[in-house]
């Protein structure tokens, strides 16, 4: 991951002198779905580009990534699948507990996940929970923090907003839960 600072600058600098300039608004939300990961800003940049040389206009705004953003979650689907794939039936269920909590307060903390994921009729142990929203952490899909208050555990965010955006409008909870609950039979 790039840090703000790099990441800005390498949206910014190479199309300056071709007279494209970025929106603060556009470049917060470049920011906010991509955290500086490389591919996924190479890849909206790329979009964004695009946009621009067919456009003619000189001025990206916040519309403009949003509609880069719809190609992108089009089109981009084999990078989004792979990420999935790599997590766990647990934490496939929890990120798409998360796609429909998170937008709702920026953050959650392990007891909200389990409180939702109870409300949805999904047992799962609090280990399990904590296992899997630890381990996406680590894969740098989700950012923990300590929270001020130490009965709160840590605070879990999107790192990737654009994996959190792909999964919000391409997977539905009741179908993962479906295949969560058929691994389990094959288990069993």
Known sequence: ???????LRLIQEPVAEYGMYYDDLALDKMWQVTAGHP?????????????HNKTKRNYVTVADVNAALEEILAS?????????????PEERLILVALSRMVPLTGHVTLVQVADYLDEQYISLERRTISDALHYLALRDILTAESEIDPAMGEVYRWRLGLLALWVEKYRSLSRVIKEVREKMQEVL
Request: proline share 0%; charged share 15%; glycine share 4%.
């Open 1 to 7: 991951f790039l840090e703000q600072a790099e990441a």
């Open 76 to 88: 981009g689907e084999a990078h989004f699948v792979y990420l999935w794939a790599e997590a766990s």
């Open 39 to 51: 591919y996924f800003l190479q890849l909206l940049c790329h979009s964004l580009v695009n946009r």
